[in-house]
């Protein structure tokens, strides 16, 4: 296992470097940005390769002080000793004293760099169980970027007075906290619309805070939808209000909303968010009418995190205010909780299995999200 430096003009310059030396299995540990000759700017990117061939060993550790090394079986032939005489001093220089000191220093040096890299009693360094939650998070669909500085951070304030599996979960759920918003405490004549992409459950998340309101907390609750291309979509909702016993409402005028629903809570269904701009507007046009207190965005747990990213700019056109995410208990990678976060500027208010009516939105928790990430389905504590 191999640590090494790079530096380039930019952060691209150093990581091709990183790329050309190491191969694509590198790990980057830490990126910086530091000054150069003449104070310009350079990028320092710290990497490190978990199992480097022979061949990259002898280029990313060379060793300059090392005594140049001899094909094993092919040693010279020692140099006949000349003849001296009972009476003359041998002046011949004794090489082999110098070449033991250098065997030992380079020994010795190959020591230091195994020390560095934190090798434990039992062979297990710290770096590898570093890799091993590196791992885990890369095959959790983190973004690229997020992990790189998570990883970058974990190394460089672990302090050895935990276990590192441990110390990451702790310093993950930290990092999670902020993304979550307080329960939300609603009020009557509030109104809640339900946008996201096709399939990513808003009907359901309606109908699941639909009788969390109406049949445990006994709150007076309308539904009303907005979608026109979903045949089905009407149905839908009806079938909601026929289970919980509530009444289904005609989008109100802009004359109106100011009077109608004043002591009930609306919950809003929209149609798929659509993909063109101009179909966008419209459907932002029709939200604003109705004037949502709260517009709740939608993912489903299995969109891949670059796809959130795309989703995300077309929903910040609908100025939405808060995150539910959905399918969490047929989901295989949870990176979606942090990269929709990260993607919208939003905190995630609830989280929801697969579709369906029954079953409540679950208020999410850091230290669970967490454990999902890094794989960690039994507590440690």
């Known amino acids: 296992m191999i640590i090494k430096t790079f530096t380039g003009e ?3 310059a150093a990581l091709k470097r990183v790329r050309k030396e190491m191969g694509g299995d590198a790990v980057v540990l ?41 094909p094993v079986g092919q040693n010279p032939r020692p140099e006949p000793e000349p003849a001296t005489s009972d009476n003359t001093t041998d002046t011949t220089p004794d090489t082999r004293s110098p070449n033991l000191d250098e065997r030992i220093n380079a020994i010795d040096r190959k020591l230091s760099q195994l020390i560095s890299l934190g090798i434990q009693p039992d062979g297990i360094t710290r770096l590898e169980v570093f890799q091993t939650v ?13 992990l790189e500085s998570f990883i970058s951070t974990l190394v ?10 441990t110390y990451a979960h702790r310093q993950l759920t930290q990092q999670l906290e902020p993304t979550i918003d307080a329960p939300i405490e609603y009020l009557p004549g509030d109104r809640i619309t339900f946008v996201g992409p096709a399939g990513s459950g808003k009907s ?7 009788a969390t309101l109406a049949a445990r907390q006994k709150r007076k609750v309308k539904l009303l939808s907005l979608d026109d291309n979903k045949l089905a979509a009407f149905d839908e909702i009806c079938s909601y209000a026929d289970i919980l016993g509530l009444e289904v409402v005609p989008p109100p005028s802009v004359l109106e909303q100011s009077e109608k629903d004043k002591d009930a809570i609306t919950l809003i269904d929209c149609p798929a968010l659509p993909t063109k701009h101009d179909k966008r507007l419209t459907l932002k046009a029709r939200i604003e009418e109705v004037a949502p207190r709260y517009r709740f965005a939608v ?35 949870h990176g ?12 995630i208010a609830y989280l929801s299995d697969a579709p369906g009516g ?18 960690l389905e039994v507590s440690r504590d």
């Open 156 to 165: 460089e304030a672990y302090d050895g007075s935990e276990e590192i599996i």
């Open 299 to 333: 993912f489903s747990c299995l969109t891949r995190s670059r796809d959130v990213f795309e989703i995300s700019k077309m929903l910040k056109e609908l100025n939405p205010t808060h995150l539910i995410l959905t399918m969490e208990d047929i989901a295989s990678c």
């Open 134 to 146: 590196h791992r885990c998070l890369k095959e959790a669909d983190l973004p690229d970027d997020y």
């Open 358 to 375: 029954i079953g409540e939105l679950k208020t999410p928790d850091p230290d669970a999200l967490a454990r999902k990430l890094l794989n």
């Open 30 to 70: 830490k990126t910086r940005r530091i000054s150069g000759p003449a104070d310009k700017p350079i990028f320092e990117v710290t990497a490190c390769l978990e199992r480097a061939s022979v061949g990259q060993a002898a280029t990313l550790l060379p060793d300059k002080n090392a005594v140049e090394a001899k």
């Open 336 to 347: 979606t909780f942090v990269t929709a976060a990260r993607a919208t500027g939003l905190k």
């Open 204 to 210: 359901s998340v309606m109908g699941k805070l639909a």
């Open 10 to 12: 930019s952060s691209a």
